[in-house]
């Protein structure tokens, strides 16, 4: 008995591919089969045509990660990359430094990395950290608030906490066809009710037998 040859083909292995344009910061690494298909992918992320691409080469150090979510920051960096530090802003590189005034001296920075994130200090990832512990904060109490306001609607959606700097919430009530939202804003925690023109009788009527009952 023979055994039956299979025709299938193998699918082709995705490589990692660096897409340049004449501007540095709109560099990308894309996984694609091929470099025309890298070369159009790429011209897609950064927003322009297949002809303002300048540059697709391999760029073998990323072929790892081909089947993951991202690429680390860790590995941008460390093949040559820089990205900003995620609270402050400070350019991050493998030669990154600052100058001390006091010592008048670069001094190296003591990258912390974060999956895609980089931070140009233990500092600024413990500020990162405290801001979008803040911000979640704020957005349960929005909701806690929100709802202690107006108990008798019905929330359908909220919207908030980091990386947002405002919190949001939609809702509906009763003789509603569009409902309404309360928002507050990043400096304030007083509420802002709206609801859509179609339903503001509905809602004056919603409004007044909560206040008789």
């Given at each position: 008995?023979?055994?039956?040859?299979?025709?299938?083909?193998?699918?082709?292995?995705?490589?990692?591919?660096?897409?340049?344009?004449?501007?540095?910061?709109?560099?990308?690494?894309?996984?694609?089969?091929?470099?025309?298909?890298?070369?159009?992918?790429?011209?897609?992320?950064?927003?322009?045509?297949?002809?303002?691409?300048?540059?697709?080469?391999?760029?073998?150090?990323?072929?790892?990660?081909?089947?993951?979510?991202?690429?680390?920051?860790?590995?941008?960096?460390?093949?040559?990359?820089?990205?900003?530090?995620?609270?402050?802003?400070?350019?991050?590189?493998?030669?990154?430094?600052?100058?001390?005034?006091?010592?008048?001296?670069?001094?190296?920075?003591?990258?912390?990395?974060?999956?895609?994130?980089?931070?140009?200090?233990?500092?600024?990832?413990?500020?990162?950290?405290?801001?979008?512990?803040?911000?979640?904060?704020?957005?349960?109490?929005?909701?806690?608030?929100?709802?202690?306001?107006?108990?008798?609607?019905?929330?359908?959606?909220?919207?908030?906490?980091?990386?947002?700097?405002?919190?949001?919430?939609?809702?509906?009530?009763?003789?509603?066809?569009?409902?309404?939202?309360?928002?507050?804003?990043?400096?304030?925690?007083?509420?802002?009710?709206?609801?859509?023109?179609?339903?503001?009788?509905?809602?004056?009527?919603?409004?007044?037998?909560?206040?008789?009952a």
């Amino acid at each position: 008995m023979s055994k039956k040859l299979s025709t299938e083909k193998a699918p082709r292995k995705m490589l990692a591919y660096s897409v340049e344009t004449n501007d540095p910061e709109e560099s990308t690494i894309q996984f694609a089969t091929s470099s025309a298909a890298a070369r159009r992918q790429g011209a897609d992320e950064i927003g322009t045509d297949f002809s303002g691409i300048v540059s697709c080469r391999r760029a073998h150090w990323a072929d790892q990660y081909a089947d993951l979510r991202y690429i680390p920051a860790e590995a941008y960096i460390d093949a040559g990359w820089w990205f900003d530090c995620n609270h402050c802003g400070t350019r991050c590189d493998s030669d990154a430094g600052r100058w001390d005034e006091e010592t008048e001296t670069d001094i190296s920075l003591d990258l912390v990395y974060d999956g895609r994130a980089v931070y140009c200090s233990p500092e600024c990832k413990a500020g990162h950290d405290a801001e979008v512990n803040a911000r979640n904060a704020k957005f349960e109490q929005f909701k806690a608030a929100a709802a202690a306001e107006q108990p008798a609607v019905t929330f359908t959606t909220f919207t908030g906490g980091y990386p947002y700097y405002a919190n949001s919430g939609k809702f509906t009530f009763p003789g509603a066809q569009y409902g309404g939202s309360v928002s507050d804003t990043e400096n304030s925690t007083e509420l802002t009710w709206w609801v859509c023109a179609v339903d503001k009788e509905a809602w004056y009527l919603f409004i007044s037998e909560q206040r008789a009952a």
